[in-house]
T-cell receptor
Framework: DAGVIQSPRHEVTEMGQEVTLRCKPISGHDYLFWYRQTMMRGLELLIYFNNNVPIDDSGMPEDRFSAKMPNASFSTLKIQPSEPRDSAVYFC??????????FGPGTRLTVL | TQLLEQSPQFLSIQEGENLTVYCNSSSVFSSLQWYRQEPGEGPVLLVTVVTGGEVKKLKRLTFQFGDARKDSSLHITAAQPGDTGLYLCAGVDDTDKLIFGTGTRLQVFP
C-alpha cells in the first residue's frame, strides 16, 4: 500500500490567496483526519471524517478554513483567504480503527 | 482542554547514553500511544498501551503506562543517531478523542 498521499508537499503563497491541500487516504480506512503542526502549538486536530461525513470540526480555527471529503479516496482542506499565521505543516491521517493514526508526509504551507 | 505535557521538551545526548521521556496529565486515558516523527515526515506509531501498569518493549525502547492511566514514560537504552526525532505521546480521553502531547525533540550525536 502506498500509504496516505498528500499534495502538494510544499506550498508558498501570498496573503489573501486561496490554498487547497489534498489528501488520498489508505484504501479501506473509514476515518480521515486533518491536523496542523507548528512549533508553538504542536499537533492540533482540525477536523475528522467518518465514512466521508464530517464528525467533529471544532478544531477548525475559523470560517476561512473548510474541508470536504467527496468520496472515500479523496479529501481537501481549503483556506480562503490565507493569512501569514496559517503557515504550518498540515497533515492528513487515516485509520480503520478510530484511534491509530497513519499519517501522510504533510504539506508545508508558507503564507507570505 | 485536556493537556498532555511531555518532558523534557528538548534532549541532546551522545550515542550510547540512556534516556527517559515523560508524558503526564491530570486526566485518565483509556489508552495511550507513542509516535516518532522524523524531519519532513509524518508521525509513525511506535506502540499502544492500554492497561494501567502495562510495560511494552520494542527492541531498545521500553514503554510504560502509569497505574492510574494518567501518565506514561518512554525509556531508550543505548541511544543511537537513528533514534533522533520528535517523540509524541497521544491519549484517548473520556470523549473518545485522541489528544496529542506537546512533544520531546531528541537529538542523538554520534
Amino acid at each position: 500500500d502506498a500509504g496516505v498521499i498528500q499534495s502538494p508537499r510544499h506550498e508558498v503563497t501570498e496573503m489573501g490567496q486561496e490554498v487547497t491541500l489534498r489528501c488520498k487516504p489508505i484504501s479501506g480506512h473509514d476515518y480521515l483526519f486533518w491536523y496542523r503542526q507548528t512549533m508553538m502549538r504542536g499537533l492540533e486536530l482540525l477536523i475528522y471524517f467518518n465514512n466521508n461525513v464530517p464528525i467533529d470540526d471544532s478544531g477548525m480555527p475559523e470560517d476561512r478554513f473548510s474541508a470536504k471529503m467527496p468520496n472515500a479516496s479523496f479529501s481537501t482542506l481549503k483556506i480562503q483567504p490565507s493569512e501569514p499565521r496559517d503557515s504550518a505543516v498540515y497533515f492528513c491521517a487515516s485509520t480503520p480503527s478510530r484511534h491509530t493514526q497513519y499519517f501522510g508526509p504533510g504539506t508545508r504551507l508558507t503564507v507570505l | 482542554t485536556q493537556l498532555l505535557e511531555q518532558s523534557p521538551q528538548f534532549l541532546s545526548i551522545q550515542e550510547g547514553e540512556n534516556l527517559t521521556v515523560y508524558c503526564n496529565s491530570s486526566s485518565v486515558f483509556s489508552s495511550l500511544q507513542w509516535y516518532r516523527q522524523e524531519p519532513g515526515e509524518g508521525p509513525v506509531l511506535l506502540v499502544t498501551v492500554v492497561t494501567g501498569g502495562e510495560v511494552k518493549k520494542l527492541k531498545r525502547l521500553t514503554f510504560q503506562f502509569g497505574d492510574a492511566r494518567k501518565d506514561s514514560s518512554l525509556h531508550i537504552t543505548a541511544a543511537q543517531p537513528g533514534d533522533t526525532g520528535l517523540y509524541l505521546c497521544a491519549g484517548v480521553d473520556d470523549t473518545d478523542k485522541l489528544i496529542f502531547g506537546t512533544g520531546t525533540r531528541l537529538q542523538v550525536f554520534p
